[in-house]
């Protein structure tokens, strides 16, 4: 169960790494320490519960279908994941890229929540990467180590985003470095790639 725990945890946490607009608006509330908790916590719980519509959603709907085509759902799975990974090697060779962090007047908590949840529902990429991926990949586990995947997919949810709005202090000048985002964009290639190696053996094609 440890392995379908960590799976989950380090799936969940290199799909949310990169860093993109709800990211990039969690770290700004970190630094002008403006309703961190609060900002925190709903896009951890929003990833949770996506995740958890994607892991039971797709095992009641595909439920019938998953033992017979468990190794179409893997090696799918796999081709996206090595492609995600190859995307974010191409990017450690050439970023440049860097953070600016804009300040700006102070918003209420409700305009805050509002934008975090407009960031988070409205990129078609959350439910790519949390429904349809997350859900797709927890096909290859039962039983309690499918709870075991969903755990660890969830937990990573709410360390990512507590550690980036508490963190984002001593982040914040690391992202203005474009050799930071490398070894990021490297690090998440990587830990796709492990995970696509491991599909793709899962669905017979290795």
Known sequence: MISAFLTGFFLGFSLIL?????????????ILKEHVFYVALFCAL?????IIIGIIGISFFLNNYIAQFSNILFGFSALWLSGYGILRLKD?????????????VSKSLLQTILIAAILT????????DTVILIGT???QF????KIAFALGSCLASFVFFFGLSYGAKLLAPLL??????????????LIMFMIAFKLASAGNFI
């Not at 450690?92 to 700006?104: H, L, Q, R, T, V």
């Not at 203005?176 to 290639?189: E, F, G, M, V």
Request: hydrophobic share 40%; charged share 15%.
């Open 137 to 139: 990949i927890s096909q």
């Open 142 to 145: 039962y039983g309690y180590y």
């Open 18 to 30: 990169a860093i993109g607009a709800q990211n990039t608006f969690v770290l700004r509330q970190g």
């Open 176 to 189: 203005q470095r474009p050799l930071s985002w490398r070894i990021l964009d490297s690090l998440i290639a």
């Open 121 to 128: 529902f409205a990129n078609p990429h959350v439910y790519l």
């Open 92 to 104: 450690a060779f050439k970023s440049d890229e860097m953070i600016e962090i804009e300040s700006s």
């Open 46 to 50: 929003s990833d949770t519960l996506l």
